[in-house]
C-alpha cells in the first residue's frame, strides 16, 4: 500500500509552452512576409510541427534557431513554390484552415489533407468564401479534407461570418491581403483576435468599427525588425492556476503567460 500526503502548498515559478495559437499565426505572417522574421517561444507541439512542415513543403526556408522553441523563416513576399506532393497538415484545423487561405492566392494546385480526426471535421465554412473569393475549392464527400484547391486572382468580398472563429476570420484576413479590393467581415467576429493585433507588426492594416472589419488589397508585408517572442498558452496555465486556487497556501508564480483580453475569460 502506498500512502499520498496531501500537498500543504504549492510554490515556485515556472513556464508554460508558448501559445499554439500565435505560434502558427507566427508562421504563416513570416512565410507572407518580405525578409527573415525570428521567433521564438515556439510550442514543440504536433499542430505547429504541422504548419512548419507544409511551409517547407512550399519552398520556405524554416531554420532552427539557437536556443529550443526559435526559429528564422525567410519569407517569400507572398510567393510560394509548388508542392511535390500532398500537403500533410496532421491534426491541426488551424494549419488546414489557413494553409487553404495562403494558397487561394497562389498559381497552381495542391491538395490539403490530414489524420482520420481532421478528415472528420468541417471544411466548408472556409471553402465557400474562398471560392467567393476566386479561388477553386474542392472538398471531399461530406465538406471534409482532403481538400483540393487551385489558386487564382483573388478579389475582395463582402461577408457575413455565420460563426464567431478565429480560424475563419484569419483564413479570410490573409485571402483578403493578396485580393485586390476591399474585403469586409460582419456577422459574428467575437473570437481571440491574435491576427489582428500581429499584423501591424508586418507592415499590415485593417480597420476595425462597429462590428465590421475591413481590409484593402492588395498589401506587402514585410518582416519585424526585432524577434518575435510567443507568450505562454493560456490553456497550459489554467491547470497550475486552477490547482494554486485549490491547494490553500499556494504561491505559483507563471511567467511570460499571453493575456490578450479576448482570451483571459478563465482568469
Avoid at 22 to 50: K, Q, Y
Avoid at 70 to 90: K, N, Q, T
Avoid at 174 to 182: D, K, M, N, Q, V
Avoid at 213 to 232: D, M, N
Amino acid at each position: 500500500m502506498t500512502a499520498v500526503t496531501p500537498a500543504r502548498g504549492l510554490r515556485g515559478t515556472i513556464r508554460v509552452p508558448g501559445d499554439k495559437s500565435i505560434g502558427h499565426r507566427a508562421l504563416f505572417l513570416g512565410a507572407l512576409a518580405e525578409g527573415t522574421t525570428h521567433v521564438a517561444g515556439l510550442s514543440d507541439g504536433d499542430d505547429v510541427a504541422s504548419t512548419r512542415r507544409c511551409l517547407t513543403a512550399l519552398g520556405l526556408d524554416v531554420r532552427d534557431g539557437a536556443s529550443r522553441g526559435s526559429i528564422a523563416i525567410e519569407g517569400s513576399a507572398g510567393h510560394l513554390s509548388p508542392p511535390s506532393g500532398v500537403l500533410d497538415c496532421g491534426n491541426s484545423g488551424t494549419t488546414m484552415r489557413l494553409l487553404a487561405a495562403l494558397l487561394a492566392s497562389q498559381p497552381f494546385a495542391a491538395i490539403l489533407d490530414g489524420d482520420a480526426s481532421l478528415r472528420s471535421r468541417p471544411m466548408r465554412r472556409i471553402a465557400e468564401p474562398l471560392r467567393e473569393m476566386g479561388a477553386q475549392v474542392e472538398l471531399s464527400s461530406g465538406d471534409v479534407a482532403p481538400i483540393r484547391i487551385r489558386g487564382g486572382s483573388l478579389h475582395g468580398i463582402r461577408y457575413t461570418l455565420p460563426i464567431a472563429s478565429a480560424q475563419l476570420r484569419t483564413a479570410l484576413i490573409f485571402a483578403g491581403l493578396a485580393a485586390s479590393g476591399t474585403t469586409r467581415l460582419e456577422g459574428k467576429l467575437g473570437a481571440r483576435d491574435h491576427t489582428e493585433r500581429m499584423l501591424p507588426l508586418f507592415g499590415g492594416a485593417l480597420e476595425l468599427d462597429d462590428g465590421h472589419l475591413t481590409l484593402h488589397g492588395p498589401q506587402r508585408l514585410r518582416a519585424p525588425a526585432a524577434e518575435l517572442v510567443v507568450p505562454g498558452d493560456l490553456s497550459s496555465a489554467a491547470y497550475w492556476i486552477a490547482a494554486a486556487t485549490i491547494v490553500p497556501g499556494s504561491r505559483i508564480e507563471i511567467e511570460c503567460v499571453g493575456l490578450n483580453p479576448t482570451r483571459i475569460g478563465f482568469i
